[in-house]
T-cell receptor, first 115, second 113 residues
């Protein structure tokens, strides 16, 4: 079945450091790929997405590129802030109707940014 | 602004009680989902619904049931709450189509004592 593997956390960085959170997936066909962010005590929010190969999703300084050849969707940010401290989830979904619209999530990566 | 609203942020219930968790969305979304989130286990799908009165089991449906009588409302029911159902419960909704992703509610932290 479909699966998403993301790097184990926690990840601790200093403010203004470069961030990479790795995400790889296993799926048949052409899934859409997502990154969600969960701030403490809140639900998940969509951070960015990409729906086809070579697409780049971006938002709030975060970027991720859909690499079909390496089945990856790594999250990057050039300079993190304390306010970026959160749990980040990589996810995929596929078309086809009905239950195929379910998102498959990775287990999440906790990011802590220190001042 | 589009919203998914979960009726309670925090809930404490006793073992054996019947518990209702309510979720309402105002976006006319076809699909709705219930997840539980536990440390080290990530998000696990309990049930989902892709139409009114339709429901499908997710990965961990045991001990839960759901109800979707109206398009905007999706209820999760714990028939007889147990301590191992202490968790964060997240509701989400989506349009029909793989590219849209989900909109999540803020979550309900349920403690069963």
């Amino acid at each position: 079945g479909d699966s998403v593997t993301q790097m184990e956390g926690p990840v601790t960085l200093s403010e203004e450091a470069f961030l990479t959170i790795n995400c790889t997936y296993t799926a048949t066909g052409y899934p859409s790929l997502f990154w969600y962010v969960q701030y403490p005590g809140e639900g998940l929010q969509l951070l960015l997405k990409a729906t086809k190969a070579d697409d780049k999703g971006s938002n709030k300084g975060f970027e991720a590129t859909y690499r079909k050849e390496t089945t990856s969707f790594h999250l990057e940010k050039g300079s993190v802030q304390v306010s970026d401290s959160a749990v980040y989830f990589c996810a995929l979904s596929k078309g086809g109707g009905g239950s195929n619209y379910k998102l498959t999530f990775g287990k999440g990566t906790l990011l802590t940014v220190n001042p | 602004d589009v919203k998914v609203t979960q009726s309670s942020r925090y809930l404490v219930k006793r073992t054996g009680e019947k518990v209702f968790l309510e979720c309402v969305q105002d976006m006319d979304h076809e699909n709705m989902f219930w997840y539980r989130q536990d440390p080290g286990l990530g998000l696990r799908l309990i049930y989902f619904s892709y139409d009114v009165k339709m429901k499908e089991k997710g990965d961990i449906p045991e001990g839960y049931s759901v109800s979707r009588e109206k398009k905007e409302r999706f209820s999760l029911i714990l028939e007889s709450a147990s301590t191992n159902q202490t968790s964060m419960y997240l509701c989400a909704s989506s349009l029909e189509g793989a590219a849209y992703g989900y909109t999540f509610g803020s979550g309900t932290r349920l403690t069963v004592v």
